[in-house]
C-alpha cells in the first residue's frame, strides 16, 4: 500500500527552475529516508539528492550549489527545488523511501526536459 506520487515536472529553458513534489503515503513518512535519483535516456541512474529522517542532505556532484531537498513532515512530501538548470539534467526524475535495509519505494517518476 506504500504509493510516491511525483509532480511538478514538465518543459523548462536553460538557466530555468522547477520544483519537484513527491507525496508519500502507506508509509511512517517521518522514519524513512527520501531521495531523488534521475535517469536519463541511456544513462544509469543516478542520485540527486537525499534527506535524512533528521534532515542532513547529501547531494550528486553535478546538482551541488543548485539543487535542493527538502521534506515536510506535516505533509508527507519531499521537494526538489531545482535552479540554474541545464540540458544536461534532462531526464525522469523518481523519488525514492528507504527505511533501513528492510523497505525501499519508488514512484512512477516524472520527466523533467531542459531546451537550450
Known amino acids: 500500500q506504500a504509493q510516491l506520487v511525483e509532480s511538478g515536472g514538465g518543459l523548462v529553458q536553460a538557466g530555468g527552475s522547477l520544483r519537484l513534489s513527491c507525496a508519500a503515503s502507506?508509509?511512517?513518512?517521518?522514519?524513512?529516508?527520501m531521495g531523488w535519483y534521475r535517469q536519463a535516456t541511456g544513462k544509469q541512474r543516478e542520485l540527486v539528492a537525499a534527506?535524512?529522517?533528521?534532515?542532513?542532505?547529501d547531494y550528486g556532484d553535478s546538482v551541488k550549489g543548485r539543487f535542493t531537498i527538502s521534506r515536510d513532515n506535516a505533509k508527507n512530501t519531499v521537494y526538489l527545488q531545482m535552479n540554474s538548470l541545464k540540458p544536461e539534467d534532462t531526464a525522469v526524475y523518481y523519488c525514492n523511501a528507504g527505511f533501513r535495509a528492510s523497505g525501499e519505494y519508488w514512484g512512477q517518476g516524472t520527466q523533467v526536459t531542459v531546451s537550450s
Open positions: 502507506g508509509i511512517i513518512f517521518r522514519l524513512f529516508r
Open positions: 534527506i535524512t529522517t533528521g534532515g542532513s542532505t
